[in-house]
């Protein structure tokens, strides 16, 4: 008789941290240059300046938390908030939710996170459409941020929170119509959207033709390096770049639903 192989036993799953371990190291890991560098960005009260480096360490070991998720948004902290975002169960982010939390956004690196929340969600389209019609800064923000990761997932249909080829159109006559009297942070989203509808198959030509109708976008980053994207330009570059490869930028990793970089 032949003997049966062992089997090996399972490591046992760790320990769930807790809040106020997570703060505790986070309240570890923030350093005051890093601290500086979101206060450049806009980042407004409690913030440890936690690399995203170390949050992505951190992330592979809490993985999905919604609790924690919860517990870590409510301390008001920047960085417990943003790493919310990352560990937030996106099937738990009801629409409600997500409204609560867009309704304490006060910054532009913040608005990034919780956008890319919004848009791994089944109701991604729902809570885009909401936000852009919104005239505050940082929803509306949101709203186009949203839009433009969706507009870079062909792909991924209505019942998952994808949108169609007939609201991409909307979202580029939207541009067209309103991105110089919008906000100031959502022009910068906006143009982002533009440019990931121009990578997105078949909207190529469109969105350049849009983008020269629209000229110069103007947006005012504070104190940072930072400047506005030429979008015809980096729409060129992008697919021309995919192309040698026989590809679409789509299918790279911008084309990828994930939640954060």
Known sequence: MTPKPKTKAKKPAPPRLTTKQVMAELKAAGTAQTAKTFRNHGVLGDCYGVSYAFLKKLHKRVRTDHKLALELWQTGNHDARVFACWAADGDKATMKLLDQWARDVDN????????????DTNRAHRIMAKWIDRKSEWSSSMGWGVASRLAMQPGRGPDEGGITEVQVGELLTRLKAGIHSAPNYTRHNMNNALISIGCRPKWKTKAIAAAKRIGKVEVDYGVTSCSVTD???RI????????KQGKSP????????RRHC
């Open 236 to 243: 060129e570059k992008t697919t021309s770049h995919y192309a």
């Open 108 to 119: 532009h690196v913040l608005a990034i996170e919780l956008a890319s929340l919004a848009q």
């Open 250 to 257: 789509t299918e790279g990793t911008g084309g990828k639903r």
């Open 231 to 233: 979008a015809a330009a």
